[in-house]
């Protein structure tokens, strides 16, 4: 069952995790925030199964990698639907050069923790193309792993 309900840092830590990054101290340098508090997110998005610690084996050293589940994609997918309009405004000031405004409308709707993750999206990613030219159809199924 995809999970629509995320507090702005689980967000946060669902949107660094699919745009690469694979640590807590990524995250949250990423999204200026203490290391602890990320690491809490994650525990609570790995018991609900939005996201999953994978062991990386390289000779003798072992790393952990986050990755989204299924449910944690399309989770991530449905709350960034639900802050659409937003985030196609801030789009459009930002092409216009009007990026201060862009960020507080950000700010206004609750995403400026999160604003610096959004914004390459927003210009060349995820959010620039199908998310918000259109209605989202996920492939994926909800709460099966990838």
């Known amino acids: 069952m995809v999970q629509y309900d995320v507090d702005p840092l689980s967000l946060g830590v669902l949107l660094g995790i699919y745009n690469g990054a694979k640590t807590p101290e990524e995250i949250a340098r990423l999204l ?19 996201v999953k610690v994978e062991e990386k ?4 050293f072992k790393n952990k990698e986050l990755k989204l589940t299924r449910e ?3 989770t991530l997918m449905a709350a960034l639907e639900r802050v659409k309009p937003q985030l196609q405004k801030a789009r459009e000031l930002i092409v216009q050069g009007r ?4 960020f507080a409308l950000l700010d206004a709707a609750g995403l400026g923790l999160f604003a610096s993750l959004l914004l390459p999206l927003m210009l060349g990613g995820i959010l620039a193309l199908p998310f ?3 209605e989202h159809h996920s492939h994926i199924h909800p709460g099966e792993p990838f």
């Open 32 to 50: 200026n925030v203490d290391k602890d508090s990320v690491e809490e997110a994650i525990r609570e998005l790995v018991e609900r199964g939005l």
């Open 99 to 102: 990026e201060e405004e862009a």
């Open 132 to 134: 918000l030219d259109h």
């Open 57 to 60: 084996k390289i000779l003798f």
């Open 72 to 74: 944690g994609y399309n």
